[in-house]
């Protein structure tokens, strides 16, 4: 079953890397684009979540076929209340205790968290306990809007997609240049030349995390342009999934630039 057609080139790489190595992330977040076209990624990856096939999702399967109606027990939906403006923290406080439930049928449970952008600080703190130490075969996916409008604790916890790219903030350009540039140094650069890119970041928490979201991104559009089963594409798919990792351990280790850095140039030696 293939991608949604408005899903561009640049995510289809990745998405696909992702979920046909049954690795799908325990927190996605999904910004940008329409609201159909969000839920519609969502679905997908929920419907790839629960699907048993090998080739997933195969779209014929139970538990397909229970995702596509939106009666699978083990995918669950949480949005707006009648009348609310605001996702509320009671709201995340019930999805936090659910989520510890078994699974009825499927491999993995799945939360779809609509207007995640529409939590206010205590509902996305709430979030963010169950986000830091998942129970295992939980996969949270949040829409929104923008992720300039989440906590950036919350975003440094999600593997993010972005359906369209809209307008950058000063760091965001920054970072954006780190990444491109630290990308084209994993393939041609010196030891050295990737260190001495990264030691700006030593220091700061904000932009490492803005450079692990951005890497992410620049890992996409380098995946469009590599060939789908070479030893490039498959050493980026490898990374965006690493960098994951890296996103969480970073609210405890400012260096965690410079360790990624190490740890990134002896994968690629070892490749």
């Known amino acids: 079953m293939s991608l949604p057609d408005f899903v561009n080139e640049n995510l289809k790489g990745a998405i696909e890397n992702i979920i046909s190595t049954n690795r799908i992330p325990h927190a996605i977040l999904i910004e940008g684009g329409n609201t ?13 979540a629960v699907c048993r096939a090998y080739n997933k999702p195969c779209g014929i399967c139970s538990d397909c076929h229970l995702a596509d109606v939106g009666t699978h027990p083990d995918i669950s939906v949480i949005g707006l209340e009648d009348g609310k403006k605001n996702v509320s923290v009671s709201q995340i406080r019930q999805l936090r205790s659910n989520a510890f439930v078994k699974a009825h049928s499927a491999e993995h449970r ?44 919350v975003i ?50 904000n932009l490492s995390d803005e450079f692990f979201s951005q890497l992410q991104i620049q890992c996409v559009e380098m995946l469009k342009k590599s060939p789908k089963n070479g030893a490039r594409a498959k050493t980026l798919a490898k990374l965006y999934l690493d960098i994951g990792n890296y996103k969480e351990q970073l609210k405890t280790n400012v260096n965690l ?12 030696k070892e490749r």
């Open 36 to 48: 159909t076209e969000a839920r519609m990624l969502a679905d997908y990856f929920a419907k790839s």
């Open 156 to 205: 440094s916890r999600c593997s993010v997609f972005s359906l369209s790219s809209g307008e950058t903030s000063p760091d965001e350009n920054k970072t954006e240049n780190v990444a491109k540039e630290y990308l084209r140094m994993l393939f041609d650069g010196s030891e050295y030349e990737m260190l001495k890119l990264l030691s700006k970041l030593e220091k700061d928490r």
């Open 257 to 268: 630039p410079l360790v990624f850095c190490t740890a990134t140039i002896k994968a690629n």
């Open 110 to 153: 799945v939360f779809i968290i609509e207007n995640a952008d529409k939590m206010n600080e205590q509902a996305q703190n709430a979030l963010l306990k169950v986000l830091e130490e998942p129970p295992k075969g939980v996969i949270f996916i949040l829409i929104a809007v923008s992720r300039t409008l989440l906590l950036k604790t």
